[in-house]
C-alpha cells in the first residue's frame, strides 16, 4: 500500500494481515461486535452506518488504503463497535491483529500518519454530516443528494429505491416518498420503479 513507506512495516502487515473477499451486501461488522481486529479496505466500498429500529443514519463511506475510524477507536480502546459496516460492492480487506495498531504508532511514522489522517477526515466528515443534518431540510437535503449523483455519475437517471435514500439519508421511506412526491408534481424528478430521473 502506497501510504506505508517503511520496508519494515510492510514485511510486518504482510507477516500479520489476513485478506478478506467480502460479496456485495456482506455485513462485515455489526453493531456491539467486540472487535480485536482493524480492517483496511484494499478494493472496493463500505458504508458504515448505524441503525435503530427502522431507520439507518450513514456515518460515511470507507474506499481504497483507507480504514473505518469507528472501528479503528473500537479497536484501539478494546470495546465493541458502535456502527455497522457493508459491502457496496465485492471488496477486498486487509485485516490487522489490534494489538498492532499502538505498537506501530511508536516505530512507524507513516503509519502514525495514516491513524492520525484517519481521524481527521473521518471527524471531518461526521462534522458536516451532522451540520447537513441538524440545519438542512430534510427536502433539501434530498435535492442535493440526487444532484450530487447526477454530478458525480453524469447520468440523471439514479438507480435507488425510496427506503435506500431514506437510509442514505437518515429518516424514513413515507418521508422520503412523500418529498420525492411533491418534487414529482412540481416537475422536478420523474419516479420509476427502481429509479428516479432528475429533470436537468
Known sequence: MKSFSEPELQAEILKH???????????LIKEGQY???LPIVIDGLLRVYQQNEDREILLYYVGPEQT?????????????????????EPSEILVLPAHLIAEWQLKYPSWNKFII????????E?????????????????????????KNEGSNKIPISH??????????????????KQMEQKKLVKLYRGYIQ???
Open 35 to 37: 472487535l480485536n481486529f
Open 17 to 27: 494481515a489476513k485478506f478478506l473477499k467480502a460479496n456485495k451486501g456482506d455485513i
Open 117 to 124: 489522517n484517519t481521524y481527521k477526515s473521518r471527524y471531518d
Open 163 to 180: 427506503q435506500t435514500l431514506a437510509n442514505e439519508l437518515g429518516t424514513t421511506r413515507v418521508v422520503i416518498s412523500r418529498i420525492l
Open 198 to 200: 432528475l429533470k436537468i
Open 126 to 150: 461526521l462534522l458536516n454530516a451532522f451540520g447537513s443534518v441538524a440545519f438542512k431540510p430534510i427536502h433539501v437535503r434530498v435535492k442535493e443528494y440526487l444532484t450530487e449523483y447526477v
Open 68 to 88: 473505518c475510524m469507528m472501528s479503528l477507536s473500537s479497536a484501539y480502546f478494546d470495546y465493541y463497535s458502535t456502527a455497522n459496516g457493508i459491502a457496496m
